[in-house]
């Protein structure tokens, strides 16, 4: 760190990674993945031309073959998928950029059609969300998924490891855990979902083991300056909900920064892609029991953003939506150029048309 002022384009470093600025690309779902779930042919380009972020957080990128919840989103669990990741980071580090891979279990956001034959959505409890997913035929609602057994979750903890030791091997510069927007860890975390009576539920210290259990083991595979964890202590997305949020990530919180040079948290203010003042919530007072980096997003502007990094709340700002139809994006702040829509269209699925096809300004 340096004494001078921090700004939105000063460069520092989150964990181990150096970035150049502060501007980190949230992870997007594309569902642009092949049959085998290995990244689009055109990953590589697509995030190589955003490549002027401080920081590329990959797309959501399932763990196991139970992870997955949608139709045509990637996997780290696979040769294959190694090697197709391998090809992202290396024309984004020939770029110059950074790059880390969202790790992603959907617990019961899922559907049947896209599991392996007769398996069913795992949750800590057996109860459906109130949600929808994208299948090969279209939106449907999510299967009622089983509740996890007591015995399987070191196996779970073990697919964690072996995914964050996979991205390494691909060539990211470290892991993101997901742990928001109402997917398998952020499903133990809150009591409308978690019902369970085991080590694993009631309490909020029960309720945080999974979390903390699996940022432990991928800490300790890859190493705590790689490792970062994204959390929506808000957010009402799939179904989420819980009696009260503070105390629930103050312990998170408190007890992720126990993992000694764990890298950063990334959180998700208010309702993910929309309503930031969707349920009252303290987000200084989470940031301030955290030694690490602290990536803060969701509707920030350029004006937002840089006060955010000026007074020193958060380390970075990670914007969406605005990295799919800007892929200049940074330089598109820093020169004050207005921004492209995005196109609601080719948001999920299809193939270079609204993927590597939005044009540089700069
Ligand atoms: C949009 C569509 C499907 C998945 C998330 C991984 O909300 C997602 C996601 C977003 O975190």
């Known amino acids: 760190?340096?004494?001078?002022?921090?700004t939105l384009f000063s460069a520092t470093r989150i964990g181990a990674i150096p970035v150049a600025n502060r501007?980190?690309?949230?992870p997007l779902t594309r569902n642009r993945a092949q049959p085998d779930r290995t990244p689009s042919p055109l990953a590589a380009t697509y995030y190589a031309q955003r490549a002027s972020a401080g920081l590329l957080i990959a797309e959501a990128t399932q763990i196991s073959p139970l992870g997955q919840g949608y139709l045509d989103t990637p996997g780290i669990y696979s040769p294959e998928q190694i090697a197709g990741w391998r090809e992202v980071t290396t024309q984004v580090h020939a770029r110059g950029g950074r790059i880390v891979l969202q790790l992603w279990h959907v617990g019961r956001i899922s559907h049947t059609s896209l599991l392996p034959?007769?398996?069913?959505?795992?949750a800590p409890s057996a109860l459906p969300a109130k949600a929808k997913t994208f299948t090969a035929q279209g939106f449907e609602d999510v299967s009622a998924p089983r509740a996890l057994a007591l015995e399987e979750i070191p196996a779970l903890i073990e697919d964690y490891r072996r995914a964050a030791r996979n991205a390494i091997e691909a060539g990211f510069d470290g892991?993101?855990?997901?742990?928001?927007?109402?997917?398998?860890?952020?499903?133990?975390?809150r009591d409308g979902s978690n019902k369970r009576q085991d080590a694993y539920g009631g309490s909020i210290e029960n309720r945080c083991r999974l979390l903390?259990?699996?940022v432990s083991a991928v800490a300790g595979a890859i190493g705590p300056e790689r490792t970062g964890v994204r959390l929506s202590p808000t957010t009402p997305a799939n179904d989420a909900h819980d009696s009260d949020p503070q105390p629930l990530f103050?312990?998170?919180v408190q007890q992720l920064d126990r993992i000694d040079g764990l890298a950063?948290?990334?959180?998700?203010e208010g309702a993910t892609g929309g309503d930031r003042d969707n349920l009252p919530f303290d987000y200084p007072a989470l940031?301030?029991?955290?030694?690490?980096?602290?990536?803060?997003?969701?509707?920030?502007d350029r004006e937002r953003a840089e006060a955010a990094v000026e007074s020193g709340y958060a380390d970075m700002v990670a914007f969406g939506r605005a990295f799919i139809a800007n892929p200049d994006l940074v330089e598109r702040l820093h020169q004050g150029i207005a921004l492209a829509e995005v196109d609601q269209d080719t948001l999920y699925g299809g193939g270079a048309h609204g993927y590597t096809d939005y044009p540089s300004a700069t």
């Open 1 to 6: 760190m340096t004494s001078e002022t921090a």
């Open 23 to 26: 501007i980190a690309m949230a």
């Open 117 to 122: 034959q007769g398996e069913v959505p795992v």
């Open 175 to 189: 892991v993101e855990v997901h742990a928001a927007n109402g997917y398998l860890i952020d499903q133990f975390l």
């Open 212 to 214: 903390l259990e699996v």
């Open 250 to 252: 103050r312990h998170a």
């Open 264 to 268: 950063f948290i990334h959180v998700i």
């Open 287 to 300: 940031r301030a029991l955290f030694r690490g980096a602290w990536i803060a997003n969701n509707g920030y």
